[in-house]
């Protein structure tokens, strides 16, 4: 039943759930960014793998969570990993990433997918935020492919490196996506593979299709600060099944005989604990209690926040957003100073208020790369203010936050 209530979650016997309650938390205790709520039958599930003793890598829950993660998102079949980040570099593996390849990928993100086109030996190429969805700039990329790349055969050649342009990541930043139709579009007539980054978007469709189901692979996340969490874990899907076999045999050592220790090619130990599944499990049975508390969220964020003079990401037509990360941007002409000023104000005041990550084109880490005609990722970053946005905020602890922010503001 929707309720435009902010209530705390029925607190079903995890005693650390206390802790978001704002009557319980202690005077110095900070409302967090985003925390994990562990509750249904995760108490369950997890003193079943260690009554039983299955608590590692192989266990039912293992099979179990990737089976009910595919038929959530609606894919044929999903590879459970030890986290977003390799998720994101099996996938990358497995459509063909080759070491001297070129990689494009969204300049404002958190900074793991440009990690893991570099673990594949590959060069990221940075493209810009669009304006007003803050997502990877579909009209940028196809600018990309049109004026600086030239096919040569079945390969896209970048001509200014002359490096092959074998893969994109479109990340889908916040709990909303990017233009991911016309991205994929742009790339198949370009025969680039899509790995979508959809770690923050758990839950976000488009036109009804689930985010991730629209490139030929997919990487998502399950640390303590995504919408569910495993502890730490990710899954990737694929659309051809060869390619999801081959994240599979990539992220448990590359065997290549089932009894004998024969192996062909280098692999990984990526494996996810039977522990972490049996919470995965619990987690995924909660995301439509999760996702519903968090439109809420959003949405009254969206209301008095806009009141109050801020910005934030206009989604595209026919995205069902889950408001992962509720940011917004201080007024136009805010220097970076204020807004950092801004955000030490939120944290004095106990709010866990954050900015977006730093453009990674500029960064040290990014020296020798290649940047798009980046413009907007740079002021959106500089501007920006994430707020408190867990499923289990509550009604006080939002008008909190909306209450400092407004007299900050004034
Ligand atoms: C969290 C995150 C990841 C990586 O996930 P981990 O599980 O922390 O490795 C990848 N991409 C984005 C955009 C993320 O926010």
Redesign the pocket.
Known sequence: MPSNKLSPPRRRGPRHLKRLDSRLRGKDDIIPLHVPEIGGRAWEYVKECLDTGWVSSVGSFVTRFETEFAAFVGASGAVGV???????HAALLAVGVQPGDEVLV?DL?????VN?IRYCGAFPVFIDADARSWQMDAAKVERFFRERCEKRGDALINKKSGRRVRAIVP???LGFACDIERIVLAAAQSGVKVVE?A??ALGVRVNGKHVGMFGDAA?F???G??IMTTG???MVIARDPAVLAKVRYLTTQAKDDELEYVHNHVGYNYRLTNLQAALGVAQLEQMPSFIERKAVIGKRYLTELTAAGLQTLEPFAGVSPTYWLNTFLLPRGTSIDQRKRFIRSLIERRIGARPLWHTIHDLPVSDGFEAYEIENSLDIYRRSVSLPSSAALTDRDFQTVVDTVRSLLS
């Open positions: 030890v986290n977003g980040t390799s998720a994101l969204s993100t958190f900074i793991a997918p893991a990340v889908h930043i980054d770690a923050e990487a996340s399950f640390n600060n995504k730490g874990g990710g």
